[in-house]
Nanobody, 126 residues
Framework: QVQLVESGGGLVQAGGSLRLACAAS????????MAWFRQAPGQERKFVAA????????YYADSVKGRFTISRDDAKATVYLQMNSLKPEDTAVYYC???????????????????WGQGTQVTVSS
């Protein structure tokens, strides 16, 4: 069983930055692809970013490209999401996910991930 715990959310003004972290309690962390999804009030959960098991390839939603960066530290079993130039439309609950994914077409599909964190709230004020 994998447990994921997100941290780093909060309230920030538009144009500001936040770094989210997701700590995993699993010794095989390095074998999992990791991702961030977000869900705004009244909307479905959407893909934000993913990183493959080796950390060599990252994928981003068009809405965050150039502003967000996903990274992983396998020694700490932690994945990060650096969020810069935040906009009010980035306001959402952000969820971390882990899954044994190795197909390009699956990284953005929530159903392909086996484990999810409880979420952390990010609020961007205008």
């Amino acid at each position: 069983q994998v447990q994921l715990v997100e941290s780093g959310g909060g309230l920030v003004q538009a144009g500001g930055s936040l770094r989210l972290a997701c700590a995993a309690s699993v010794r095989t962390f390095s074998t999992y692809a990791m991702a961030w999804f977000r869900q705004a009030p009244g909307q479905e959960r959407k893909f934000v970013a993913a990183i493959n098991w080796s950390g060599g390839t990252a994928y981003y939603a068009d809405s965050v490209k150039g502003r967000f960066t996903i990274s992983r530290d396998d020694a700490k079993a932690t994945v990060y999401l650096q969020m810069n130039s935040l906009k009010p439309e980035d306001t959402a609950v952000y969820y971390c996910a882990a899954g044994p994914i190795d197909s390009y077409s699956d990284y953005g599909v929530g159903l392909r991930y086996d484990y999810w964190g409880q979420g952390t709230q990010v609020t961007v004020s205008s």
